[in-house]
């Protein structure tokens, strides 16, 4: 159940994903920037950077959710990433998945 459960919450991200770049006409060298935020940083990022996509995951979800998706769009995980664990998730309270082009600030 648990697998399935993750399994949905990454296609219909990525799903969502596809769908925006294509209605903001993301060109092949535009890619979405992935995050694991608390609700102060998903707000910040909605304030700068236009489109974001945010979803709230639960927090034993979020990790697998998040490294699924980076695989999926074939990015690497950063040293900081590769660093958290469940314990760290929910200790830093993120508990959102947030994409965003960084070539895209909100103006």
Not at 76 to 96: A, H, I, P, T
Request: proline share 4%; net charge positive.
């Amino acid at each position: 159940m648990k697998e399935q459960t993750i399994e949905n919450q990454v296609k219909m991200y990525l799903y969502d994903l596809m769908n925006t770049a294509k209605e903001h006409g993301f060109k092949a060298d535009d890619n979405w920037e992935l995050s694991m935020v608390t609700d102060t940083e998903r707000i910040k990022i909605q304030k700068d950077y236009y489109p974001t996509i945010a979803t709230k995951i639960i927090p034993e979800f979020l990790l697998q959710v998040f490294h699924l998706t980076k695989f999926r769009l074939k990015q690497s995980l950063n040293k900081n990433e590769e660093s958290l664990n469940n314990r760290s998730v929910v200790n830093n309270e993120l508990n959102y998945i947030v994409a965003f082009n960084p070539k895209r600030p909100r103006t």
